[in-house]
């Protein structure tokens, strides 16, 4: 009987054995390498690499987010693995469908060849979490670029812009840029050798920017390819503010107070990249007049906008300028008015 009683005991033991691994298999798959795919998915890319650059430069990148959660997404806290690298969340709560950004930035004088650093963001709610970030940059003392960025500043839309820098190899007459390429499709790159000698080797990259590229402040890179196996692939930021074919100042007409059978005039300037004309203005009547100053071509149009008060109270009227350019044609703005006895 003891037997019996001791075997019945061991089977005991087993089959809690059994339920414990089964525990222990089901805590694994909730783990927080399995959990943390909500929290990853909602970045567009988990890592950057900076390519070579020039020691001494800062380099800038954005990790963008969207909460595709369904529920408010909060970053709790986001640290670095090295000094060298600071980041920041543009926001840290996100409502369900929001966006924001994880600023990264590099300090490249801080280090020299081969750093990879990793960011990581932390999450409060809707539970914890943590997703994990990394950035790499080759910091070259053999490489500079002048200036350090294709920076394009404030152009308009429509026109077809190019910027240069010079990339300067030290200490290598051999090195070559092989090819050079865009993340953007609307800028074109291209090299030329400017000098060769013992001591170092210059090239000048120009980028030209397509004239149908969008409006808007955006971001992008160039990147060379050359034969040098240390610095394989050279990364230039390129920065640029595309303002529209079209600006109207100012977009609001203010036309004031106008005493019932009276008129009031105010004056809009329109604008172009280039000679145009004023084909139409659509939103007009026989009350609200909107007459442009010729009808020739030109870069900047002056309207005269005249109102007519007939009828007590106030008025807000959307007025469109139709013109013949081939982009962007037309603009809009508003004329408000305040009809009084």
Known sequence: MARARGGRHRQGKVTMLRHTLVVLTGLLLVSPAGAAAWADAMFEELSKDFGSVPRGSTLTHPFRLTNNTGQTVQIASIR?????????ALQGQIPPGGSTVVLAQMDTSRFSGIKNVTIYVQFSQPRFDEVRLWVQANSRDDLTV???SLAFGQIKRGSAPSASVTVTFRGNNQAQ???ASCESNYVQAKVRELRRDVIEVSYEVTAQLRADAPVGK????????TNNAASPKIRIPLTVEIESAL???P????LGKVKIGSSVERRVIVRGVRPFKIVDVKG?????TAQPSSDEPRTVHVLTVALKGNKVGELTKTLKVVTD????SEIEFQAKAEVVP
């Open 251 to 254: 977009p609001t007409v203010l």
């Open 218 to 225: 955006w971001y992008t890179d160039v990147w060379l390819t």
């Open 325 to 328: 350019l081939p982009e962007e």
């Open 247 to 249: 600006t109207v100042s």
């Open 80 to 88: 670095v693995s090295c000094g060298c690298v600071s980041a920041m």
């Open 284 to 288: 007009t009547d026989e009350l609200l």
């Open 146 to 148: 002048t200036p350090d």
């Open 177 to 179: 840029i092989l090819g």
